[in-house]
T-cell receptor
Framework: DAGVIQSPRHEVTEMGQEVTLRCKPI?????LFWYRQTMMRGLELLIY????????DSGMPEDRFSAKMPNASFSTLKIQPSEPRDSAVYFC??????????????FGPGTRLTVL | GESVGLHLPTLSVQEGDNSIINCAYS??????FIWYKQESGKGPQFIID?????DKRQGQRVTVLLNKTVKHLSLQIAATQPGDSAVYFC???????????FGSGTRLQVQP
């Protein structure tokens, strides 16, 4: 079975440029999460969707960040304009809420973003 | 691969020994806990989970213990192998909240 798929795996861009990260969740999963991981702050939740609807975006750093989930099999995280402090590894995770209660999240391989 | 934290606490064990990784959580409402393993250059990988109505759960070579009284979680790895070297994170959440809150992680180094 395919796991969570993220692209690109690596992105190097210059300050001020727009960056778009992509995620395909596990088929059948209806919750999708975006995390950011840095050495200083560890793993931080940015936003999550349930049934394609954003539920909690309180972790989104600022207006430069936006996320969409147009359908159950695709999500994007966009940074515009990018800044050097956005350099991090961005993970997408998905889970199934078919059962009651919390469900295990499965992570993608991440996108390493470097903003010069 | 990326580093997940130059200042992570590190546990160094000999191959074949048992490892115990600890985690303290703060939210008394948390009722679901997960241990993840993250190898260099990869995303966190699910190891084992436990719900608050249990205090122990066993998997293959791994055991998770939950002490709700002191809000403490531990991961025990039996007969630690070089392939177990990674950063281990505990995560918590509660019923109705889909998002996880992650701990800061512990680096496990297995010496051959």
């Amino acid at each position: 079975d395919a796991g969570v798929i993220q692209s690109p795996r690596h992105e190097v861009t210059e300050m001020g440029q727009e960056v778009t990260l992509r995620c395909k969740p596990i088929s059948g999963h209806n919750s999708l999460f975006w995390y950011r991981q840095t050495m200083m702050r560890g793993l931080e939740l940015l936003i999550y969707f349930n049934n394609n609807v954003p539920i909690d975006d309180s972790g989104m750093p600022e207006d430069r960040f936006s996320a969409k989930m147009p359908n159950a099999s695709f999500s994007t995280l966009k940074i515009q304009p990018s800044e050097p402090r956005d350099s991090a590894v961005y993970f997408c995770a998905s889970s199934s809420t078919a059962r009651t209660g919390a469900d295990t999240q499965y992570f993608g391989p991440g996108t390493r973003l470097t903003v010069l | 691969g990326e580093s997940v934290g130059l200042h992570l606490p590190t546990l160094s064990v000999q191959e074949g020994d048992n490892s115990i990784i600890n985690c303290a959580y703060s939210n008394s409402a948390s009722d679901y806990f997960i241990w993840y393993k993250q190898e260099s250059g990869k995303g966190p990988q699910f190891i084992i989970d436990i719900r608050s109505n249990m205090d122990k759960r066993q998997g293959q070579r791994v055991t998770v213990l939950l002490n709700k009284t002191v809000k403490h979680l531990s991961l025990q790895i039996a007969a630690t192998q070089p392939g177990d070297s990674a950063v281990y994170f505990c995560a918590e959440t509660y019923t109705g909240r889909r998002a996880l809150t992650f701990g800061s992680g512990t680096r496990l180094q297995v010496q051959p």
